[in-house]
């Protein structure tokens, strides 16, 4: 558990039912700031599904989830929260430079241009600038997903199997990304089975069959266990 | 204009100037003529089979009177699927990436749905008026009055149905007003439209807009309390819509790309199922009945325990297109001849739902390929227990008709026709699932003439043969007009439609998993 006083992201008695099946028990749970969680657990453990509620993408069917204080889906908690779906979610008809200008404006960025040009730098996506992602392979398409992600400001990060399709450069760069964003006092909570993350987490919480089973230290150990690995 | 409406508007223009500079306009120039060609073609085919014989004083009368009530049904039809749409997120077609980066950021929602709302609602003023306007141009064929009022009414009528239930769709999603209350809604206008038939009066919400409809033939100033209501709930669903769930966004907008990609592959079968994920449509847990275990006719066994799992929506779908079916029949019967299509579309449509056990052979060709049986032969065998579901369906609203009628006539006619309308269309369901999606490779060194001509004949040719097994409603008509038996007239046509539906059979039997 964190020592802050108020926690940037908070899950209180937080529950999702499917209806055909359970998709995360009663969880209560505070992230502080500047925390990186990493959330793990096998298959179908409720991992997206917790992502998926504190983001606001999933209704809660019990309890309530607060951003730096504001509830989930608000326009306050929306301004603080950045998401990065595992899947890519990509406009068709525009190029990543339009993605990141479009995104950009949407949150309010007024000098965003010199971060884009360092993140498509870092990720390797300066040459393809001006095409359209949805002629990308599913790493480049991960890459553009998370340029737009890190692209605008935020108190929470939510990040969601972040590693799936990416090369082993492009793995290296998400995981430099992070810290420095966790440096910069963001709270990142990042669903991943990469052991490279376990080392530089602050915190781990493991989930089997939508419980929290795990919530302490992280370590490739930890992770190995969580996951059946 | 705030810096959000400006971002939004500079999204759409920048997106609009890409697709624009992507279009070919001899393309569009091209596809522009087709249309034109088509609608053409089904305005002249429309109009011609309906014919030109003016009704008399008395069944004009009989329209006036009882109009205002049918045409209400089907409104009241129509502003339940929109209810039902908004109770599951509906009616609004997001693009996921809108759900995710202009939802999720810190713009307004209602500001960002406003455009999409608004485009939803001029897409129901064209369809409705489009709808509104054909059917009273092809009305106007038969009723005695002035073409232009009919058509210009039925317009009217066809945008304030449109405008009214793409309005209280968003205003259920985004209210959001819970599913009991908009069943509860549900059977309250359709207990009202029924009401307003059995009592002869037209008071439901339906039958205002039915009023408003047969204005052409008859001004009625209470239809006009319908245009109101309607931009009522327009402005009152724009106004809330920006509490429509995200959850139901994205789905919808997961399910209903696919949902694009299959129409466009001419994949009925896909099409189908996304529809049921759409209207959260499972098979139940828990079958209706048990059916018990046994050595014998395990493929017909297993029909009718896939059957004993359909949800109760299905099964009131299967009776309520069956209905359909018979009161399109009864209104050939009565002199409107192309009823006869309705009612061969609307049994197809139903057997769609009952041919289901079929359908999941389809949907896992290699279990169906790895049963020690001809393919085509377990496909035949899978046809016996939808048949029985889909006659058994249609024998509730045949009986109602019996006994509200002549039971005589009814009767007679219905022995000769309902046993093989429903073989083709238990046949004419299997056909159009059990072809396989179209291959654009394959079309690319033909004709463009030529394929929007295959295109059309791979999706008409199943319910074309329903319809033709639907036929003998006309000779059992003819018949009873000659004073003669109907059963017999009905019955004269069965050699040439066995023919026909023996034909489908080879076909289906010939069907191979690896064809799929």
Known sequence: MTDTAEPVLEAKGLAKDYGDQLGL????????????????GPNGAGKSTLLGLCAGLLEPTAGEVLVSGAEVGSLAARAATSVIPDNPVLYDDLSVWEHAQY??????????????????????????????????????????????????????????????????????????????????????????????????????????DGEVVHDGDASREIVRQLTGG | MSVDTAVLADLARARRSRRLADVDIFEKLYQAYLSVIAVGVVLAVGASTIGDDRVGPATLDRVLREGPAVVGLVAALVLIIGLRSGARGGPLT?????????LLSPVPRDLALREPSFRQLRQMVLAGGGIGALAGLLASHRLPVDTLPLIAWGA????????????????????????????????????????????????????????????????DPVGLAAIPVAVALAVGGVAVVGGTSIES???????????????????????????????????????WVRIPAGRRLPVFRRGLQGLARLPLVRLVRVVALCSVAVAAAVGTWRGTSPLIIVSGLALWAAALDVIEPLAQELDHPDRWAGYPVNPGDLLGRHLTAPLLALVLATCIPVGVVAALGDAGKVLGTAGGVLIPACMAAV???????????????????????????????????PPAIVIVACLPVLAARGAAAKGLSEFPAATQYLLPICILLGAVSMWLARRKPEVL
């Open chain 1, 103 to 208: 995104i950009a404006r949407l949150n309010h960025v007024e000098d965003w241009e010199p971060l884009g040009e360092e993140l498509l730098h870092r990720l390797g996506l300066a040459p393809r600038r001006d095409d359209l992602p949805s002629r990308f392979s599913r790493g480049l398409r991960q890459k553009t997903s998370l340029l737009l992600g890190l692209l605008r400001p935020a108190e929470l990060l939510l990040i969601d199997e972040p590693f799936v399709g990416l090369d082993t450069p492009g793995q290296s760069t998400l995981v430099e990304l992070l810290e420095e964003v966790v440096a910069a006092g963001v709270t990142v909570v990042v669903s991943s089975h990469q052991y490279d993350l376990a080392d530089r987490a602050s915190r781990c919480v493991g989930l089997r």
């Open chain 1, 25 to 40: 028990e009663p969880t209560t749970l505070a992230v502080g700031a500047g925390e990186l969680l990493l959330l793990v």
């Open chain 2, 156 to 219: 009217v009528a066809g945008v304030v149905l449109g405008v009214a239930t793409a309005g209280a769709a968003m205003v259920v999603a985004g209210f959001p007003v819970a599913k009991p209350i908009v069943h509860v809604l549900s059977l309250v206008m359709l207990a009202g439209s029924v009401a307003d038939i059995v009592a002869g009066t037209a008071w439901s919400p339906g039958s205002i807009v039915g009023r408003l409809a047969l204005s052409g033939v008859h001004f």
């Open chain 2, 427 to 461: 046949l004419g369901a299997a056909a159009s699932v059990a072809t396989a999606p179209f291959d654009p490779g394959a079309l690319q060194m033909q004709m463009p003439e030529a394929i929007g001509t295959q295109l059309i004949v791979r999706v008409a040719w």
């Open chain 2, 94 to 102: 997001l693009e996921a990436p809108f759900v995710t980066h202009v």
């Open chain 2, 249 to 287: 966004a994205i789905r919808r907008a997961g399910l209903v790309s696919q949902l694009r990609l299959a129409v466009t592959r001419q994949d009925l079968r896909t099409v189908v199922l996304l529809q049921r994920r759409l209207a959260q449509d499972a098979a139940r847990s828990r079958p």
